[in-house]
């Protein structure tokens, strides 16, 4: 999975609950992404990173945030679950040189909110 | 196991048939395409990329074609085998400014012996 780690892997949490997913890539890449997946939608683009310190939103980022205190860290937090939230969550990383820029994704956590 | 391939459309080959794999997209203004397999429980993987000033594309056992006419792209698997078994996606983009990735919904390949 090209350097990527994410954790944790699996994760069941409560309604209303914090929870804070994190991506650890080796690869010194400058984008990082993170995406959720679910049945009938494919995968969508929450939040992304162009660089530290610097985020965006993506097409699905409310209730989401993120922060990138490093090149190689890149969390999203759930402030407060809801069962929506209920996903399998994909980290991507891609150089940010030149283009074309392939993503490269991580193994995936899969979330379970109650 | 990975619940998001409920729904997909199913491509069944018989091992060692060849499989093509098709996908439409949206945007006449991309200019990138991409390829991934998903295995179960796994993330999506990288298998080939194509631009759009080519119309075909050949990897190890793969080739990517584009038709731009009719926004289609297709995904040849030579001698299919088990290993192949997977959900592929297909990913378009605009190439220039941030590298925002459209994905199409998947499809399921199921190899048999």
């Known amino acids: 999975d090209a350097g990527i780690t994410q954790s944790p892997r699996h994760k069941v949490t409560e309604t209303g609950t914090p929870v804070t997913l994190r991506c650890h890539q080796t690869?010194?890449?400058?984008?990082m992404y993170w995406y959720r997946q679910d049945p009938g939608h494919g995968l969508r683009l929450i939040h992304y990173?162009?660089?530290?310190?610097?985020?965006d939103k993506g097409e699905v980022s409310d209730g989401y945030s993120v922060s990138r205190s490093k090149t190689e860290d890149f969390l999203l937090t759930l402030e407060s679950a809801t069962s929506s939230q209920t996903s399998v969550y994909f980290c991507?990383?891609?150089?940010?040189?030149?283009?074309?820029?392939?993503?490269?994704f991580g193994p995936g956590t899969r979330l379970t909110v109650l | 196991g990975e619940s998001v391939g409920l729904h997909l459309p199913t491509l069944s080959v018989q091992e060692g048939d060849n499989s093509i794999i098709n996908c439409a997209y949206s945007?006449?203004?991309?200019?990138?395409f991409i390829w991934y397999k998903q295995e179960s429980g796994k993330g999506p993987q990288f298998i080939i990329d194509?631009?759009?000033?080519?119309d075909k594309r050949q990897g190890q056992r793969v080739t990517v074609l584009l038709n731009k006419t009719v926004k289609h792209l297709s995904l040849q698997i030579a001698a299919t085998q088990p290993g192949d078994s997977a959900v592929y996606f297909c990913?378009?983009?605009?190439?220039?400014?941030?590298?925002?990735?459209?994905f199409g919904a998947g499809t399921r390949l199921a190899v048999h012996p």
């Open positions: 991507a990383i891609s150089e940010g040189r030149g283009r074309p820029d392939t993503q490269y």
């Open positions: 194509i631009r759009s000033n080519m």
């Open positions: 690869e010194n890449h400058r984008y």
């Open positions: 990173s162009y660089g530290v310190k610097d985020t």
């Open positions: 990913a378009e983009t605009v190439l220039g400014g941030y590298n925002k990735l459209i």
């Open positions: 945007n006449s203004a991309s200019d990138y």
